[in-house]
């Protein structure tokens, strides 16, 4: 008997020793900051080498577009395919995550050169201002401006490009011009300017609400999450993609133009919800000027999803590109989900004391800086994420690099350590 609990104890010894040591997520994120580092100097370089009229110049900040520079030449990075950098103009949706990627790295790196390329990247927005835009503003100038006051104001940099009250200045017209989208009989912010709808109205807008909540009108951003609340939602606490409206705020129709099906759940569509009115809360739970009352309607409804998403993700945390499907999954909805889940941790941490959601986004985390998703250095455009899913049904961006995966990876990454606290 002694014997066989001898080699029984032996056996675990050598089992432990055996098993592979997972690697503590301070180290992950560390890994994937220092790769960062790497990839978005190296996609600043391809984006240079693509600018007209830049060859050759220095990188500094002097010789950039910015408000009295014209900005419609200015290239964004948005996607990578076959061996190209795709790029976008600044009116392209996706225009600010890569500034946002930039002011990431100097908030993390303190470095600045880091400050300077966020700068060069973030001025040319400044031109949307001059154009006509549509809701996406919102991303557009908060992923960019709004980074820039925060972390210049965190660390002390001296404003030598545009002051405090001029990037104030340029996010409040943004806020402007998203709130004259606003249609008040509808109770609605309409989204985009094109298509056969009377008002579209996507559940991405709520992405956009933070530049009013920040820098505009909160009123109007309440009544449009109120809006969406009602109408976008089913049953079960998913979200449809597109809802359109009547000039009185009737609903016209309910459906899908970038997910699988009308009543199927858009992967991205969902993480848009969760983190839109996760932000909402937050912002709701502001002791001055917030709403409690609204803050604890928006925090149901991000639970209330959560809930649905969380026994439906694959083993390893990432979705695929809609719900319904199994065919390509979408790293940009996995990060954006992992952002959300913490941010509605947050919230009200009382409400999931075994941090169910934490543990889920460190599990989407944890896939999303495998190798079967990260990228090596220099390769992927630039990009640090791998396989995402732009739209499906458009033919357009199928298992790519985004833009805006890279942006909330490193965000939900940051947010993780802060939350964990291991910073
Ligand atoms: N906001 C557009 C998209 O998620 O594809």
Redesign the pocket.
């Known amino acids: 008997m002694r014997r066989l609990l001898l080699l029984a104890a032996l056996a675990a010894v050598s089992c432990g020793a055996r098993a592979p040591k997972e690697e503590t997520m301070v180290h992950l994120s560390n890994r994937v900051f220092a790769l960062a580092e790497e990839q978005t100097v190296y996609m600043d370089s391809l984006l240079m080498a693509k600018m007209p009229g830049q060859a050759g110049h220095d990188g500094g900040v002097n010789v950039m577009a910015g408000p009295d520079r014209p900005s419609r030449d200015w290239l964004c990075p948005r996607t990578f395919q076959g061996d190209t950098l795709v790029t976008s103009d600044i009116g392209w ?1 996706t225009s600010g995550f890569y500034p946002g990627v930039l002011w990431q790295m100097y908030s993390l790196t303190g470095k600045e050169s880091f400050h300077d390329l966020a700068v060069k990247h973030t001025l040319p927005l400044a031109g949307l201002l001059d154009r006509e835009t549509d809701h ?1 503003i919102g ?1 557009q100038l908060m992923c960019s401006f709004a980074q820039w006051v925060r972390y210049a104001y965190s660390h002390k940099h001296e404003m030598n490009v545009l002051s405090y009250d001029e990037i104030d200045g340029i996010l409040t017209k943004g806020a402007e011009k998203l709130a004259a989208r606003f249609i008040p009989e509808a109770g609605i912010i309409r989204s985009w300017n094109w298509g056969a709808w009377n008002i579209p109205v ?1 559940i ?1 807008n709520m992405m956009n609400l933070e530049l009013l909540m920040e820098y505009g009108d909160r009123e109007v951003a309440e009544k449009h999450a109120l809006t969406t609340a009602r109408n976008h939602f089913r049953d079960d606490g998913t979200t449809f993609h597109l809802v359109d409206y009547a000039d009185d705020g009737t609903v016209l129709g309910r459906q899908t133009v ?1 997910g699988y099906a009308d009543d199927s759940a858009w992967a ?2 969902q993480a ?1 919800a969760l983190y839109g009115y996760a932000m909402m809360a937050r912002e709701e739970q502001d002791p001055e000027i917030g709403h409690p009352d609204l803050a604890r309607t928006f925090n149901d409804i991000a639970f209330k999803l959560a809930e649905w998403i969380l026994p439906r993700l694959p083993e390893d945390g990432v979705p695929y590109w809609d719900f319904s499907q199994s065919d390509y999954r979408d790293a940009s909805a996995g990060a954006i989900i992992a952002a959300g889940l913490l941010d509605l941790w947050r919230n009200d941490p009382d409400r999931d004391p075994e941090k169910k959601l934490v543990a889920a986004a460190e599990r989407i985390l944890r896939t999303l800086a495998s190798p079967e998703y990260l990228a090596e250095p220099r390769t992927n455009g630039g990009f640090l994420l791998k396989h995402s899913v ?2 499906i049904p458009g033919h357009s961006e199928v298992d790519v690099p985004l833009t ?1 995966a890279d942006y909330y990876f490193l965000e939900a990454l940051r947010n993780y350590r802060w939350i964990e606290k291991t910073e």
């Open positions: 949706w996406d991303f996507i991405d970038q991205r569509g848009w732009g739209n805006y």
